[in-house]
């Protein structure tokens, strides 16, 4: 739920870059710290992906850090 939150905080007109990923990140972070490091020290960063889904349920946009 927290992700969700802060996702639709951060998210504005559908918009997503680096910057807004951070933030998501930091509401799943914020909850177990160490998560985040232990998946960045394997494969050197952590893999994310967002989707922005329109009121009709498309997804209008993709980012992905692999």
Do not use: W
């Not at 739920?1 to 802060?6: C, F, Q, T």
């Not at 559908?14 to 910057?19: F, S, T």
């Not at 998501?24 to 989707?51: K, N, S």
């Amino acid at each position: 739920m927290s992700v969700d939150k802060a996702a639709r905080g951060v998210i504005h007109e559908g918009r997503v870059d680096d910057g807004i990923l951070n933030m998501v990140e930091m509401a799943f972070r914020a909850y177990d710290p160490c998560h985040g490091c232990a998946t960045h020290a394997l494969p050197g960063q952590m893999p994310l992906r967002i989707r922005v889904i329109g009121p009709e349920g498309r997804v209008v946009q993709e980012i992905r850090r692999d």
